[in-house]
């Protein structure tokens, strides 16, 4: 029989406190862009929907990833960023936790949540929407140490 891998044993990793921040991008175009800005999705708040829907999926990640451990997550911060001259929205999440094992994927996840609700609260609109950039620009803490994105 073949050696099944399996989650990553932490138990004799020290509790560091861990940042982790992560960013994306989402395309809207024209008619996008002014409903998002002006708040008259017929589906409610753009933004702060996305926002909620970012925090869920920090709180979850281990539910879709299938090896990222549950940890307790202390605070999420979620920012957007309207480009006018793009017609985009980018967002970035940051996360922070005292534990064992980082937040990257978290992170990561909430980004990703946050663009496809957008993506969601804004179809009926118009399906040529683009999600990009995806990215961890930040961590810290743990045994791997930190890093910062340079691009």
């Known amino acids: 029989?073949?050696?099944?891998?399996?989650?990553v044993d932490i138990s004799g990793k020290d509790i560091t406190v861990r940042t982790a921040t992560a960013s994306g991008c989402i395309t809207l175009g024209q008619e996008g862009f002014n409903?998002?800005?002006?708040g008259t999705c017929s589906k409610g708040d753009v933004?702060?929907?996305?926002?909620?829907?970012?925090?869920?999926?920090?709180?979850?990640?281990?539910?879709?990833i299938p090896m990222c451990h549950p940890i307790s997550i202390e605070a999420?911060?979620?920012?957007?960023?309207?480009?006018?001259?793009?017609?985009?929205?980018?967002?970035?999440?940051?996360?922070?936790?005292?534990?064992?094992t980082g937040v990257e994927m978290e992170a990561l996840?909430?980004?990703?949540a946050a663009c496809l609700t957008i993506y969601d609260m804004?179809?009926?609109?118009g399906k040529d929407m683009v999600i990009s950039r995806i990215k961890l620009l930040e961590k810290t803490g743990g045994k791997?140490?930190?890093?910062?994105?340079?691009?």
Do not use: C, H, W
């Open 1 to 7: 029989m073949q050696d099944s891998k399996g989650m």
């Open 109 to 112: 996840t909430g980004a990703s």
């Open 47 to 64: 933004l702060e929907t996305a926002k909620i829907a970012a925090i869920n999926a920090v709180k979850t990640t281990p539910s879709i």
């Open 76 to 100: 999420v911060k979620v920012e957007f960023v309207m480009d006018e001259e793009s017609k985009s929205v980018s967002v970035s999440v940051t996360v922070k936790s005292s534990g064992k």
């Open 122 to 125: 804004l179809k009926y609109k």
């Open 144 to 151: 791997s140490g930190d890093y910062k994105r340079e691009d």
């Open 35 to 38: 409903i998002t800005k002006d």
